[in-house]
């Protein structure tokens, strides 16, 4: 028995010889009042058992991905003169937010078998397997999608941002938007050599809501009634106040 | 300085949302408009989700329009008896409305027949105030010339005849109905109190007069979308209570500077400007149905099921 662990414990880093080593400038983002996006510093080393190896160059790739949803992209068509939607489709899940760093040209640091594998690109980290049936382009609602996105600066392709130090010390930084919606964001380190992934890691940036706004956010959901006249409540004695200040000023 | 707001899931700065909340609710106490079909666009531009927009300026309006109705109720402006027959059939309507709205946006067509009904309704209302108040003047600046004024209609032949001694009518209760109701079904599906559909009804259908009309079509406007944001807030969790207090403080003193504005201006005067205002918004978004969009694609998180 002991004697298996040992060879196991020699075995494993030789069966792969280079791992990542991991850190995060911080692994939670509080959403406060005055929340205005946020930079989450990436940073990392390449700890290896043996001598780098010759040949071809050591990359780096960092994905960044906001909880996924379900939503419809609708296209807008001239009918009698008027613009209005007519055709929609689904997209399964789409990331609200996708960011993928690297340290070279996304295309020559990931083939496109391990892209398709470990769905490191933005259009491989969207699923549409949704009902395409009666769509004449479904390719040009996927690519609406990823252009809407990239625009509001939710999808960010950042190529070439990623500093390698030696070979073995990595860091980039991302820029989180101000529109950042809860949950977790899976965050992903890929280290490949000639295209292929030598190694992977992967870890999680917990988003949440804290003091007022989370009470806010919590009272909406679970006891909308009481959220609803609070409310109102609120609007009514505003009203009210204001008028009574005003009165009381003029006197 | 920018602030997080926690249904919404933006971040905004604070003061444009106070200037918008301002601006609004001067309207709202000069006009007696609610003032909705100004904020709710007006959020859409500063990227608020329009879900959220809608339900949230239903919230804003109540407090806009409490604030001015006080100034009103003071000044005795507000015909009680008719805002409670406007607003029963106003409830209902708004109910229908909201119907009609969420299988409008099933059908993902939302959008499109929000707009239709902004400009049909504000292109037909503004005319013809526009072109109303503009005789008035006239008439106004050639003295001698007494306005004759239609006082015989439709809601004087109608059984179910009521007094309403403010508005010195006897009229049938069935037109005030039937008026709310409509309004009440058009604020809910376009995300308003109604008041610039009401206001002319009232001066032009009911033949009220016009410092009564204000007042009494804000005491109606208070139920309505307070009806409208608790539908909002049950259903479909989209009021924005920290956008709400921003664009309320912000709009109760635009209210109490316009109502006062409003004791000095003539009623022709504010007819005239209440309509060049209502063309404009009504000319914007007729033209962005028509031009060629910048984006033809659009994403609907919120349209499934």
């Known amino acids: 028995m002991i004697r298996l662990l040992l060879a196991l414990l020699l075995l494993a880093p030789a069966a792969r010889a280079e791992t990542v080593v991991l850190g995060l400038s911080q692994n939670e983002v509080a959403i406060t009042a005055t929340f205005d996006g946020s930079e989450i510093l990436i940073f990392g080393a390449v700890r290896r058992e043996s001598p780098v190896p010759d040949g071809a160059a050591l990359e780096v790739v960092i994905t960044v991905a906001g909880p996924s949803e379900r939503l419809v992209v609708r296209r807008k068509d001239r009918v009698a003169g008027i613009w209005m939607n007519t055709e929609g489709m689904v997209i399964d899940a789409a990331p609200s937010f996708y960011a993928v760093a690297t340290t070279g040209p996304l295309r020559e640091v990931v083939t496109w078998t391990e892209d398709l594998r470990h769905s490191i690109s933005i259009p491989r980290a969207i699923r549409a397997v949704g009902d395409i049936e009666g769509i004449s382009d479904p390719r040009s609602f996927r690519e609406a999608l990823i252009r809407i996105r990239a625009a509001a600066g939710d999808y960010q392709v950042l190529e070439e941002t990623i500093d390698l130090e030696e070979d073995t010390l990595f860091s980039t930084s991302i820029s989180l938007p101000a529109n950042l919606t809860e949950g977790n964001y899976a965050t992903r380190i890929f280290l490949t050599r000639e295209g292929e992934v030598v190694d992977s890691y992967e870890a999680v940036i917990a988003v949440q809501k804290v003091g007022l706004e989370r009470w806010l956010h919590a009272l909406s959901q679970e006891q909308p009634f009481v959220y609803g006249l609070l409310s109102l409540v609120i609007a009514i004695s505003a009203g009210w106040g204001a008028s009574a200040a005003f009165r009381a000023l003029q006197s | ?305």
């Not at chain 2, 909705?36 to 531009?45: C, N, S």
């Not at chain 2, 037909?124 to 003047?137: D, K, R, T, Y």
């Not at chain 2, 600046?141 to 209609?153: A, I, L, M, N």
């Open chain 2, 1 to 305: 300085m920018q602030i997080y707001l926690p249904i919404a899931e933006v971040s905004v700065n604070a003061f444009l949302l106070l200037g918008i909340g301002g601006i609004v609710g001067i309207l709202s106490g000069l006009f007696g408009v609610g003032g909705g079909f100004l904020i709710t666009p007006m959020l859409f531009f500063v990227g608020i989700p329009p879900a959220v927009a809608v339900a949230t300026s239903a919230n804003q309006i109540v407090a806009a329009s409490v604030s001015a109705v006080l100034a009103h109720f003071r000044r005795r402006t507000v015909d009680l008896k008719m805002g409670t027959v406007l607003l029963a059939g106003g409830l209902v309507g708004s109910a229908l409305g909201v119907l009609l709205f969420n299988y409008l946006r099933g059908l993902g067509q939302i959008d499109l027949f929000v707009s239709l009904c902004y400009v049909i309704f504000l292109g037909i209302v503004g005319g013809l105030m526009f072109m109303e108040s503009l005789s008035a003047l006239r008439r106004a600046s050639r003295p001698g010339t007494v306005p004759r004024r239609r006082r015989h209609g439709l809601a004087h032949s109608l059984p179910l005849k009521v007094r309403f001694r403010v508005s010195g009518l006897y009229i049938s209760v069935i037109p005030p109905i039937l008026i709310g109701l409509s309004v009440g079904v058009l604020s809910a599906i376009m995300g308003v109190g109604g008041g610039f559909i009401m206001v002319p009804a009232m001066i032009y259908l009911l033949h009220m007069p016009t410092k009564v009309v204000v007042g009494t079509s804000l005491f109606q406007i208070i139920f309505v979308t307070a009806f409208t944001t608790l539908l909002h807030a049950t259903t479909n969790h989209t009021v924005d209570m920290a956008l709400a207090v921003i664009l309320i403080l912000g709009g109760v003193v635009g209210a109490q500077l316009g109502s006062r504005i409003g004791a000095r201006m003539r009623a022709e005067q504010l007819r005239i400007l209440l309509a060049g205002l209502v063309l404009a918004v009504c000319f914007k978004l007729g033209l962005d149905l028509v031009l060629t969009p910048r984006e033809v694609y659009s994403l609907d998180p919120e349209g499934i099921g």
